[in-house]
């Protein structure tokens, strides 16, 4: 199984390649992009400025593609929104008609319309369905073999029997699958959020929430506005008190601190589920990255390159289980289990 993990910043395929990263996905949103549209009609569900999530100008992606003709690690290119107005269609084409002239290839997409665009305008390159697109079945597998996708990503919420079946039925032998094993564990299906991640905007799947039962007698919502009131009165005790705390607070933050806070897979992990994963099929392993700390994310292929050796070692899954425990967790387990 080969390691895929994401890319913030062209400053960072270096290190993730010396991490032992296989391949780099990264998003690509140029100045033009941003101008006309803004965050309101995202191009790959990252419409960040503040900090390094995608590569933001043209210039960059030749960089990379220069250091890839060195590294000879490749990278594929997300343009992995639910849907796009059909204005932008062309905009997008030929966009990755200029990324394919200076030598990219692999673009992973997850509108089904951009895909039957760029057949009918006879645009040549390699498709990674997004998990965006939530190939569900073995069913939804037939329907998209027919757009002569590469590889498959399945999304967040497949459990690993789904993926065999899917794996296992398709009639198209040879392709790739790739699963999510690192980072970004969400309680959403990407197909069915049509949230934004921007500057602009908390992210909706980082707000905090509370589920609880309504008795059968709250028709007008009064217990509902009273939890309401109650969520936003303790959220303002945590502010005032954060204040209160600001210089333990840069403690915190400090580079020693942060080094010292780093938990494998604090934020999703598939670590101990990697035998049943390669039994099941699947061929790439995600690591979700755009937007980490490089260290962190340095930490992590490591890691999981050391999962990955061990696995090649121990044939039963509830050794290799405990070997990994054993290894690399240091009883730091975050149990944020993907499957």
């Given at each position: 199984?080969?390691?895929?993990?994401?890319?913030?910043?062209?400053?960072?395929?270096?290190t993730?390649?010396?991490?032992?990263?296989?391949?780099v996905?990264?998003?690509?949103?140029?100045?033009?992009?941003?101008?006309?549209?803004?965050?309101?009609?995202?191009?790959?569900?990252?419409?960040?400025?503040?900090?390094?999530?995608?590569?933001?100008?043209?210039?960059?992606?030749?960089?990379?593609r220069?250091?890839?003709?060195?590294?000879?690690?490749?990278?594929?290119?997300?343009?992995?929104?639910?849907?796009y107005?059909?204005?932008?269609?062309?905009?997008?084409?030929?966009?990755?008609?200029?990324?394919?002239?200076?030598?990219?290839?692999?673009?992973?997409?997850?509108?089904?319309?951009?895909?039957l665009?760029?057949?009918?305008?006879?645009?040549?390159?390699?498709?990674?369905?997004?998990?965006?697109?939530?190939?569900?079945?073995?069913?939804?597998?037939?329907f998209?073999?027919?757009l002569n996708?590469s590889?498959?990503?399945?999304?967040?919420?497949?459990?690993?029997?789904?993926?065999?079946?899917?794996?296992?039925?398709?009639?198209?032998?040879?392709?790739?699958?790739?699963?999510?094993?690192?980072?970004?564990?969400?309680?959403?299906?990407?197909?069915?959020?049509?949230?934004?991640?921007?500057?602009?905007?908390?992210?909706?799947?980082?707000?905090?929430?509370?589920?609880s039962?309504?008795?059968?007698?709250a028709?007008?919502?009064?217990?509902?506005?009273?939890?309401?009131?109650?969520?936003?009165?303790?959220?303002?005790?945590q502010?005032?008190?954060?204040?209160?705390?600001?210089?333990?607070?840069?403690?915190?933050?400090?580079?020693?601190?942060?080094?010292?806070?780093?938990?494998?897979?604090?934020?999703?992990?598939?670590?101990c589920?990697?035998?049943?994963?390669k039994e099941?099929?699947?061929?790439h392993?995600?690591?979700?990255?755009?937007?980490?700390?490089?260290?962190?994310m340095?930490?992590?292929?490591?890691?999981?390159?050391r999962?990955?050796?061990?696995?090649?070692d121990?044939?039963?899954s509830?050794a290799?289980?405990?070997?990994?425990?054993?290894?690399?967790?240091?009883?730091?387990?975050?149990?944020?289990?993907?499957?």
């Amino acid at each position: 199984m080969k390691i895929v993990a994401g890319l913030g910043c062209i400053d960072d395929y270096i290190t993730l390649v010396k991490a032992g990263t296989d391949e780099v996905f990264c998003g690509y949103v140029p100045y033009e992009w941003n101008k006309k549209y803004s965050s309101v009609f995202p191009l790959n569900r990252r419409e960040v400025l503040y900090y390094n999530i995608q590569i933001g100008s043209f210039e960059d992606m030749k960089i990379l593609r220069k250091m890839v003709d060195v590294y000879k690690v490749p990278v594929s290119i997300t343009f992995n929104y639910l849907y796009y107005l059909e204005e932008q269609y062309e905009m997008i084409a030929n966009m990755i008609k200029n990324l394919i002239d200076i030598g990219f290839r692999d673009f992973i997409i997850a509108d089904i319309a951009l895909i039957l665009y760029l057949k009918e305008k006879d645009i040549q390159c390699s498709i990674h369905l997004s998990g965006e697109c939530a190939e569900l079945n073995q069913l939804s597998i037939d329907f998209f073999n027919k757009l002569n996708i590469s590889r498959y990503i399945f999304h967040r919420k497949n459990t690993i029997e789904d993926m065999s079946s899917c794996i296992s039925n398709n009639k198209v032998k040879n392709l790739q699958y790739e699963a999510f094993i690192l980072n970004e564990r969400c309680h959403y299906t990407g197909a069915f959020c049509n949230s934004l991640h921007c500057d602009e905007l908390i992210h909706l799947c980082k707000m905090p929430y509370q589920l609880s039962k309504l008795s059968a007698q709250a028709n007008n919502f009064k217990e509902v506005d009273s939890k309401l009131e109650f969520y936003y009165k303790e959220l303002e005790n945590q502010e005032n008190e954060e204040d209160l705390n600001t210089e333990d607070r840069e403690c915190v933050e400090s580079g020693e601190e942060i080094a010292e806070s780093y938990v494998l897979g604090s934020t999703g992990c598939g670590l101990c589920s990697l035998r049943k994963l390669k039994e099941a099929g699947i061929t790439h392993l995600k690591v979700v990255g755009r937007g980490n700390s490089i260290e962190n994310m340095e930490k992590d292929v490591r890691n999981l390159k050391r999962a990955i050796d061990i696995l090649s070692d121990i044939e039963d899954s509830k050794a290799y289980e405990d070997k990994v425990k054993d290894k690399l967790f240091n009883d730091k387990c975050s149990g944020q289990c993907y499957y």
